[in-house]
C-alpha cells in the first residue's frame, strides 16, 4: 500500500525521482537503483537521525547525493553518514532536498520510508 501511494505521489509531481551512481550507501541503496523523495517533508522543520536524504553536493554542483542523517547539531547543520555508517560530511539544513520515501532497485521496491 505505501509503495503504491509513493507511486501516486511521483505521478502527480509531489516526489523527485533520482538515479543512484555508486555504493556509497550499500548495501541498502546501490548503483543502478533509484530513489523517490519528498521535498516538502522539512518545510519548517529538520531531519531527524536516522532519515535518509537527499542533498546537494557540498563541493560538486549539480550532484546530489543519498545520506542518512547522522547527527542535528548547532548552527544548525546535519552530519551525514554513508551505507556503513561511517560519517561523511556536514551540510546546511539548506542543501537538503527531501526526505527519501521509497528505494527501487532492479528487482522492484527494497526499502520504504513513507
Not at 509531481?13 to 550507501?25: A, D, N, Q
Not at 542535528?72 to 539548506?94: E, F, S, Y
Request: glycine share 14%; aromatic share 6%; with cysteine.
Amino acid at each position: 500500500m505505501v509503495c503504491s501511494t509513493e507511486l501516486a505521489a511521483w505521478l502527480a509531481g509531489r516526489r523527485k525521482r533520482s538515479s543512484v551512481r555508486g555504493l556509497s550507501m550499500a548495501p541498502h541503496i546501490v548503483d543502478g537503483d533509484f530513489v523517490l523523495s519528498d521535498n516538502d517533508a522539512y518545510r519548517g522543520t529538520y531531519p531527524a537521525v536516522g532519515d535518509v536524504v537527499l542533498a546537494r553536493h557540498p563541493t560538486r554542483p549539480g550532484v546530489d547525493v543519498v545520506k542518512r542523517v547522522a547527527e542535528v547539531g548547532p548552527g544548525p547543520r546535519v552530519v551525514v553518514a554513508g551505507g556503513d555508517g561511517a560519517t561523511w560530511g556536514t551540510l546546511t539544513p539548506d542543501a537538503i532536498i527531501g526526505r527519501v520515501t521509497l528505494v527501487v532497485g532492479r528487482d522492484g521496491v527494497k526499502w520504504t520510508w513513507a
